[in-house]
């Protein structure tokens, strides 16, 4: 299974962009790179996915590295309440979303 | 559509008991995971169901086990429990289980093993 390495923690200022950035060296071609975030007391909830271009959706954007070892999520306008732990993970097709330890957002006002 | 649920949402147990918790997916899911989140491991792929058949399993001992029944509605089951065993269950329901599908979670069963 694809590993992800991601910082521990991250800073932000309110109404700024946030890039989070993520290294999965060992990705395969079928795995599909997904971000999913989890808030205090929540279960993590999906945020974003992509294979090999980049995606936009109403909650951020994926930029996937052109060789698909990195990818960053892209949060272009940070406010309090995307204060979370963001994961990124690789999902196969065996179904596993094998999670790493996360990158823990901090929102400044 | 109703989101994923899980009962109970909490749960106090003594070590050597067994313990049963469920998940009820989103309409029409077909695919159900779970997982155990703790403090010092983070969160940890447990097993995964599809179309009520076991399709994954993580590293975890025989004494978890889990099933899913025709309706998708899945239970997972850890016997002997140990005091390791405290912390957040988490499930989670997509449509299918393979690359692209997303993953819905539900709100998670904290269990405290005394």
């Known amino acids: 299974d694809a590993k992800t390495t991601q910082p521990n923690s991250m800073e932000s200022n309110e109404e700024e962009p946030v890039h989070l950035p993520c290294n999965h060296s060992t990705i395969s071609g079928t795995d599909y790179i997904h971000w999913y975030r989890q808030l205090p007391s929540q279960g993590p909830e999906y945020v974003i996915h992509g294979l090999t271009s980049n995606v936009n959706n109403r909650m951020a954007s994926l930029a996937i590295a052109e060789d698909r070892k990195s990818s960053t999520l892209i949060l272009h306008r940070a406010t309090l309440r995307d204060a979370a732990v963001y994961y990124c993970l690789m999902r196969g097709n065996t179904g596993k979303l094998i999670f790493g330890q996360g990158t823990t957002l901090q929102v400044k006002p | 559509k109703a989101g994923v649920t899980q009962t109970p949402r909490y749960l106090i147990k003594t070590r050597g008991q067994q313990v049963t918790l469920s998940c009820s997916p989103i309409s029409g899911h077909r695919s159900v995971s779970w997982y155990q989140q703790t403090p010092g491991q983070g969160l940890q792929f447990l097993f995964e169901?599809?179309?009520?058949?076991?399709?994954n399993k993580g590293n975890f001992p025989g004494r978890f086990s889990g099933r899913q029944f025709s309706n998708s509605r899945s239970e997972m089951n850890v016997s002997t429990l140990e005091l390791g065993d405290s912390a957040l269950y988490l499930c989670?329901?997509?449509?299918?289980?393979?690359?692209?599908?997303?993953?819905?979670f539900g709100p998670g069963t904290r269990l405290l093993v005394l």
């Open positions: 169901y599809f179309s009520e058949t076991q399709r």
């Open positions: 989670a329901s997509s449509l299918e289980g393979h690359g692209s599908a997303t993953q819905y």
